[in-house]
């Protein structure tokens, strides 16, 4: 083959994985987060916008993550399923979730809550599992998989290869989030806080409250 159409290819491939990279979930998250100027909650007028580092408490609705059965207020959950092509093959997801109840973080002094509306978020997925064909999925994962539709195995009853993957934020947990302040009575909100007023988080000019718990991301 033609040296100039192998490093045209070459070329073509790696600005694929460029653009995968810079555009995945994760990458956009941490450069809102990173561009964010940080500040303590009490700092926070009306208005103002900024980064966020604090801990999960548990000050109103809660939620329990499917797969790990935990208590939380926010889980993402993301089933991806490995189908062959030829010599070779890629995983698919599947199923995707993503669900959010009251999420209030505080940074030791102030409370605030979060908007749940346009939240662009990466939570590190500390929970995973696989099946596949040696390996059985457990009747907890089956009654999982059930739940949205699936299965963990196709035609003549073989296992597919399939592989589970859950990130929460779960009570006491640190993670950042970023996004513009406007103060509001806790009771506003229903939620069991002693404090006379609590910030809420709400999407920016970029249109989205970013929030990770990633470590790399709240220090």
């Given at each position: 083959?033609d040296?100039?159409?192998?490093?045209?290819?070459l070329a073509f491939?790696?600005?694929?994985?460029?653009?995968?990279?810079?555009?995945s979930?994760?990458?956009?998250?941490?450069?809102?987060?990173?561009?964010?100027?940080?500040?303590?909650?009490?700092?926070?007028?009306?208005?103002?916008?900024?980064?966020?580092?604090?801990?999960?408490?548990?000050?109103?609705?809660t939620?329990?993550?499917?797969?790990?059965?935990?208590?939380?207020?926010?889980?993402?959950?993301?089933?991806?399923?490995?189908?062959?092509?030829?010599?070779?093959?890629?995983?698919?997801?599947?199923?995707?979730?993503?669900?959010?109840?009251?999420?209030?973080?505080?940074?030791?002094?102030?409370?605030?809550?979060?908007?749940?509306?346009?939240?662009?978020?990466?939570?590190?997925?500390?929970?995973?599992?696989?099946?596949?064909?040696?390996?059985?999925?457990?009747?907890?994962?089956?009654?999982?998989?059930?739940?949205?539709?699936r299965?963990?195995?196709?035609?003549?009853?073989?296992?597919?290869?399939?592989?589970?993957?859950?990130?929460?934020?779960?009570?006491d947990?640190?993670?950042?989030?970023?996004?513009?302040?406007?103060w509001?009575?806790?009771?506003?909100?229903?939620?069991?806080?002693?404090?006379?007023?609590?910030?809420?988080?709400?999407?920016?000019?970029?249109?989205?409250?970013?929030?990770?718990?990633?470590?790399?991301?709240?220090?």
């Open positions: 083959m040296p100039f159409f192998i490093f045209i290819f491939f790696a600005g694929l994985i460029f653009v995968g990279i810079y555009f979930r994760k990458s956009v998250v941490r450069r809102a987060l990173k561009k964010a100027g940080e500040k303590r909650i009490g700092e926070f007028m009306d208005g103002d916008t900024g980064k966020i580092v604090g801990r999960v408490v548990f000050a109103g609705r939620l329990t993550a499917p797969l790990s059965m935990r208590s939380c207020v926010y889980y993402h959950i993301v089933v991806e399923e490995y189908r062959s092509s030829g010599k070779s093959g890629s995983w698919h997801t599947i199923i995707e979730d993503e669900q959010k109840g009251d999420i209030v973080i505080s940074d030791g002094s102030h409370y605030a809550v979060i908007d749940p509306q346009q939240i662009k978020s990466f939570l590190v997925p500390d929970v995973n599992y696989s099946s596949g064909t040696f390996n059985d999925a457990t009747p907890h994962l089956e009654q999982f998989l059930s739940h949205y539709g299965k963990s195995t196709g035609l003549f009853g073989l296992n597919k290869s399939l592989r589970y993957r859950e990130g929460i934020l779960e009570k947990e640190t993670f950042a989030v970023s996004g513009q302040g406007q509001i009575a806790p009771q506003s909100r229903g939620l069991n806080i002693s404090a006379r007023r609590v910030l809420m988080i709400t999407p920016g000019q970029e249109g989205h409250v970013y929030l990770s718990d990633d470590p790399a991301m709240t220090r």
